[in-house]
């Protein structure tokens, strides 16, 4: 790796850990590859424990979510299909949304964006 592009990845790395909003990245076979420490908190677990997880035992599942986009996404269709998930450990809500990245035609990665569902929404 050249001494740019670490620098660019340790820049992103040290962004995306100052955001509130949980960031997930995983292949396309729902391992997962990084996570941000707002997901540490949110999850109540390590980022170095949940590095080879698939991503929906992170959610208590055996197997991928029932509403996953992740596979049934078209290259240049709509990709930030917003749904909802719980945190098992935390019971924090969130507004989960996958943003799929491809590489010559072919799924690579997946970026998970969640984020928490203020408690206080709607409310004066």
Not at 27 to 32: F, K, L, V, Y
Not at 62 to 65: D, E, G, I, L, M
Not at 87 to 94: A, H, N, Q, V
């Given at each position: ?12 790395n040290?962004?995306?850990?100052a955001?509130d ?5 995983h ?6 590859i990084?996570?941000n ?6 999850f ?13 035992v992170?959610?208590?599942n055996?197997?991928?979510?029932d ?19 719980i ?8 507004d ?7 590489e010559?035609?072919?799924?690579e990665?997946v970026?998970?964006?969640l ?10």
């Open positions: 790796m050249e001494k740019s592009e670490i620098y660019t990845e340790k820049l992103m040290m962004i995306l850990d955001v909003d949980i960031i997930i990245i292949d396309s076979e729902h391992t997962i990084w996570m420490r707002a997901g540490e908190r949110a109540g677990t390590s980022v170095e424990k949940v590095i080879g997880q698939k991503c929906f992170l959610f208590g055996t197997t991928s979510c509403d996953c986009t992740v596979g049934t996404v078209n290259i240049g269709g709509p990709t930030n299909k917003v749904r909802r998930r945190i098992p450990k935390t019971d924090i809500e969130c989960c949304s996958t943003i799929p990245y491809y010559n035609g072919r799924l990665l970026v998970q964006h984020r928490p569902v203020c408690a206080c929404s709607g409310k004066d």
